[in-house]
């Protein structure tokens, strides 16, 4: 009986894998129309934006494409290992390459100075609203966020709702998305100078983030009965058991999402010993 509702969005059209799912499609080229319009008029200026800004922008615009429009999505209501993948790609991929491709910056510089004040004034002069941001990237409450969304759209009340119902699927994807950006904002601090933490700072955020993930991971993978109504009546392809398929999702939330996790720490560590070197050089007496 369930099977009729396991489609969530059974109307879509879908060609060569890609979901023709609107709100997606618009998320995803409106910012991307605007991004490239406003690149070719900084260019006409001869202020083009550094490489790397445009490479992360458009790479992170072709994984939000792969996990919202590509097979990722297609897949994500038969097979549960996919719709981990949606969310992993989501959360550690599409988000941290938006903010470093700058898109607020590259905008701003593309705008005439008085309408970039002007917008400038607009979201910033008000005291409340530049507290709220204060607050929200702090780095316990991002890491807060991001870890609260991840536990408790995993239990299985609601991530079954957000299986058999658009309106909750996507509620869902913009609470990911949306604490996502929060936690990697004051890492990648995509406004200069802000309110950047230091690489050891990060680094215990992604810990505490990867420690979460990792214990969700975990449960998935070890459960001996599927957790997920939904699933266990799902058409699985591939020959996949529903039970099977949940270890996979999980061991890929647990092995592959915690093997990003570490590289970026491993990065993170990195840059920040290397930099603290270089302070120490600085600050030595020549001779």
Aim: net charge positive.
């Amino acid at each position: 009986m369930l099977l009729p509702l396991l489609h969530t969005c059974p109307t879509c059209p879908s060609v060569l894998g890609i979901t023709l799912y609107p709100p997606s499609l618009l998320l995803i080229a409106v910012p991307t129309i605007v991004y490239t319009l406003a690149l070719r008029r900084l260019a006409q200026r001869g202020r083009p934006v550094p490489t790397s800004w445009v490479i992360a922008f458009y790479a992170g615009m072709l994984s939000a494409l792969i996990a919202l429009a590509g097979p990722l999505d297609t897949w994500n209501d038969e097979l549960l290992t996919m719709h981990m993948a949606q969310h992993l790609v989501l959360i550690q991929v599409t988000a941290p390459l938006l903010l470093l491709g700058r898109p607020v910056q590259v905008i701003l510089r593309a705008l005439p100075p008085q309408r970039a004040g002007l917008v400038t004034r607009l979201l910033l002069r008000p005291i409340w609203s530049r507290r709220v941001l204060e607050f929200l990237t702090r780095p316990l409450v991002a890491t807060g966020l991001s870890i609260l969304a991840l536990v408790v759209w995993h239990f299985p009340a609601l991530y079954e709702q957000a299986v058999l119902r658009q309106s909750v699927h996507d509620l869902q994807h913009v609470s990911f998305f949306g604490t996502a950006l929060l936690f990697w904002w004051p890492i990648i601090d995509p406004v200069p100078r802000h309110h950047r933490v230091s690489g050891l700072w990060a680094s215990l955020m992604v810990f505490i983030t990867a420690v979460a993930s990792t214990v969700i991971g975990a449960i998935l993978t070890l459960a001996d009965e599927v957790l997920y109504e939904p699933y266990r009546y799902a058409a699985m392809p591939w020959g996949f058991t529903p039970l099977v398929d949940q270890q996979v999702a999980g061991l890929l939330m647990w092995i592959g999402g915690g093997t990003l996790y570490l590289v970026i720490i491993l990065v993170l560590l990195a840059r920040w010993l290397l930099r603290e070197e270089g302070r120490r050089m600085a600050s030595e007496p020549a001779g």
